[in-house]
């Protein structure tokens, strides 16, 4: 079974906090994503890492950073935590074939995060 | 413009009846993927059902059923004989073939909070 951990379910920490989310998954998985769930808007993408220190700015990166040192783990930084940051935060991976359309993200369990 | 709507927020359905949850995309690929996934409470993503813009049945897997209509741009999931563990939030998602790394990525909808009464 493919496993995507995070390190948090629950996480409070104050305005101006330096904040790290992480991610593992153990299926060697070359894609990771970071989104952020808010009612209504449903997951917006963050980042996109596609390989080892590669990634791409997905819908709404301001406010966040990313960092992917190894292939199994991708991490998520708020460099200075704002309340408009709290929110659930999930972690994907999928493999990354080249034509095909269908394969599956798997998703974390989601970190909740708490700014105040 | 929104590439995934789901306009319903929320939906009561009846313990074993039918309910639909209706999903419409906006995409000018012609190669794209509909995908439907759940979230029980307890916070975990579940993939459902896939249906790809060229496969010509409509996809089913169990209980689960994609009613796909291209010229409508329509990937409503009809859920059949609801049961109280069916109550959770659904979200509808796409990937488009794109290029580069577009293909790689899923947009969701806003998702709709379905609740089974018993």
């Known amino acids: 079974d493919v496993k995507v951990t995070q390190s948090s379910r629950y996480l409070v920490k104050r305005t101006g906090e330096k904040v790290f989310l992480e991610c593992v998954q153990d299926?060697?998985?070359?894609?990771m994503f970071w989104y952020r769930q808010d009612p209504g808007l449903g997951l917006r993408l963050i980042y996109f890492?596609?390989?080892?220190?590669?990634?791409e700015k997905g819908d709404i990166p301001e406010g966040y950073s990313v960092s992917r040192e190894k292939k199994e783990r991708f991490s998520l930084i708020l460099e200075s935590a704002s309340t408009n940051q709290t929110s659930m935060y999930l972690c994907?991976?999928?493999?990354?074939?080249?034509?095909?359309?269908?394969?599956?993200?798997?998703f974390g369990p989601g970190t909740r995060l708490t700014v105040t | 413009a929104q590439k995934i709507t789901q306009t319903q927020p929320g939906m009561f359905v009846q313990e074993k009846e039918a309910v639909t949850l209706d999903c419409t995309y906006d995409?000018?690929?012609?190669?794209?993927?509909l995908f439907w996934y759940k979230q029980p409470s307890s916070g975990e993503m579940i993939f459902l059902i896939y249906?790809?813009?060229?496969?010509?049945q409509n996809a089913t897997e169990g209980r689960y059923s994609l009613n796909f209509q291209k010229a409508r741009k329509s990937a409503n999931l009809v859920i059949s004989a609801s049961q109280l563990g069916d109550s959770a939030m659904y979200f509808c998602?796409?990937?488009?073939?794109?290029?580069?790394?577009?293909?790689?990525?899923?947009?969701f909808g806003g998702g709709t909070r379905l609740m089974v009464k018993p």
């Open positions: 998602a796409m990937r488009e073939r794109g290029g580069n790394n577009a293909g790689n990525m899923l947009t």
């Open positions: 994907a991976s999928s493999y990354r074939p080249r034509l095909a359309i269908f394969y599956e993200q798997y």
């Open positions: 890492s596609y390989d080892v220190k590669m990634k």
């Open positions: 249906q790809g813009s060229y496969d010509e």
């Open positions: 299926m060697d998985h070359e894609n």
């Open positions: 995409t000018s690929d012609q190669s794209y993927g």
